[in-house]
């Protein structure tokens, strides 16, 4: 099992950045797949950026694109998700959550292990 803990998060006027962390625990950080999800108020939840196993593959949203950047350290056991240009719209929780997969995922039921989230607020 992976324990998931989300940091990073507060309030940011818009065109600021921010670098939010989810820390891990447990076993074989390295085998799985990490990702960032994140829930705007009164909507579902969205995939946001996703890295595999390994670091060899990365995917982002459409939204996110060109303004996110998602990194591993495996030694540390922690994933990074550095947010640039941020705008109103980016207001939400985000979460980070694992897959034991080598396949980049998108869905959030491909993730079996999930973070608290953590609040990020962006004010225009």
């Known amino acids: 099992q992976v324990q998931l803990a989300e940091s990073g998060g507060g309030l940011v006027q818009a065109g600021g950045s921010l670098r939010l962390s989810c820390g891990a625990s447990?076993?074989?950080?390295?085998?799985?797949?990490m990702a960032w999800f994140r829930q705007p108020p009164g909507k579902e939840r969205e995939f946001v950026a996703a890295v595999t196993r390994g670091g060899s593959s990365g995917n982002y949203a459409d939204s996110v694109k060109g303004r996110a950047t998602l990194s591993r350290d495996d030694a540390k056991n922690t994933v990074f998700l550095q947010m640039n240009s941020l705008k109103p719209e980016d207001t939400a929780a985000y979460y980070c959550?694992?897959?034991?997969?080598?396949?980049?995922?998108?869905?959030?039921?491909?993730?079996?292990?999930w973070g608290q989230g953590t609040q990020v607020t962006v004010s225009s």
């Open positions: 959550a694992a897959a034991n997969t080598f396949v980049l995922r998108t869905k959030d039921y491909d993730y079996t292990y």
């Open positions: 447990g076993r074989a950080f390295s085998s799985y797949s």
